[in-house]
């Protein structure tokens, strides 16, 4: 298939998830600065859902310049992933106004996990492809990078589930930290040549 058709696809649809989140921004009555108060819970909510689709659209931009062919699979893996990357502007609107409720994170959660494995998926599917292309550098690079890494390694993973779980039983609002510290410390870390990119 044609990769550059399934790329501006793609960039079309996160741009318009990135629209819908900041729409779902209320502008308060009040002309007095405090009336923004009330919204810094969904503003907290939209900069984590906003940090969380900007480092994934950068790790999906790299894993599709390092390949040359898109296939059927990778075609399909690439509409299931944008299909839960959909469901973060609800998410996060939800969030927003329940920062520390259990049934707003809980889904957050779900679409977090959901997402994670559908980006594993892909990754996955694309790895295949590049190795059927006989581009092993290629399969390389996306097996290297430090968030497949860290998704392939199932007892971390299976640590981080449970944790998860016990916040949520627990301390609900804490489950956002979590998903910035991995947003942080796993979806950021880029391969080195990632900004060496020609397309």
Known sequence: ???????AFTDAVLAIILTIMILEFKTPESFKLSAILDQIPYLIS????????????????????????????????NNIWMFTTSFIPVATAWVGRGLNEQGPEIFYF??????????????????RANEKD????????IRSMV???????????????????????FMPAL????????????GARFNADSDKLFH
């Open 46 to 77: 939209y900069a984590i859902g906003y940090l969380f689709i900007g480092v994934a659209w950068y790790n999906h931009h790299y894993m599709f310049s390092q390949t040359r062919w898109i296939t059927q699979n990778v075609y399909w893996a």
């Open 147 to 169: 968030i497949y890494r860290y998704m392939s390694n199932w007892k971390l993973v299976s640590v981080q589930v449970i944790a998860s779980v016990l916040v949520l039983k």
């Open 175 to 186: 489950q956002m930290v979590i998903v910035t510290l991995m947003i942080i410390f796993v």
């Open 134 to 141: 006989h581009q092993p550098k290629a399969a390389e690079a």
């Open 110 to 127: 779900i679409v977090f996990l959901l997402w994670s494995v559908a980006y594993f998926y892909l990754s996955n599917r694309l790895i």
């Open 1 to 7: 298939m044609n990769k550059t058709r399934v790329e």
